[in-house]
């Protein structure tokens, strides 16, 4: 049950946001063990100036295609989990929207059950 907040540089055409969304989604079900069917993002596009981020903090060069991926997910992922998906995420980037691996960070944030409520104000469940 991820939401993922991706803050991209303003001027993003309407392609480049659905494949990017759909490269986003497709990697989270192979390598962050994610339903198919759950899928909620947020593309944010900044305008020059809106976003500040280090060039070279490590990592980079970073370029004007920055692209940073918050991810909020309902439960913890094992290491070796998360690095899958961060490889896979940049390398996909790469090879299908030319993104430069430098140019992509993810971050991650992991939350109770009980801090999502997905509908009609009752709180989520695991499945039994």
């Known amino acids: 049950m991820p939401f993922s907040r991706i803050a991209l540089p303003a001027g993003t055409t309407p392609d480049f946001k659905k494949t990017l ?3 986003l989604h497709r990697t989270l079900v192979d390598y962050f063990d994610v339903p198919p069917d759950d ?19 490590l990592g980079g060069p970073r370029s004007e295609g920055f ?11 094992s290491a ?17 929207l030319t993104v430069r691996p430098e140019d992509v960070m993810v971050t991650l944030s992991f939350t109770q059950p009980e801090d999502w409520s997905f509908a009609s104000g ?7």
């Open 39 to 57: 899928c909620f993002q947020l593309l944010d596009e900044y305008a020059p100036g809106q976003r500040v981020f280090s060039r070279d903090y």
């Open 21 to 23: 969304s759909e490269i």
């Open 67 to 77: 692209i940073w991926f918050h991810i909020t997910a309902g439960r913890p992922r």
């Open 80 to 96: 070796q989990q998360k690095e899958q998906f961060y490889y896979h995420l940049s390398q996909r980037l790469a090879s299908e």
């Open 122 to 128: 009752q709180p989520f469940h695991w499945p039994v």
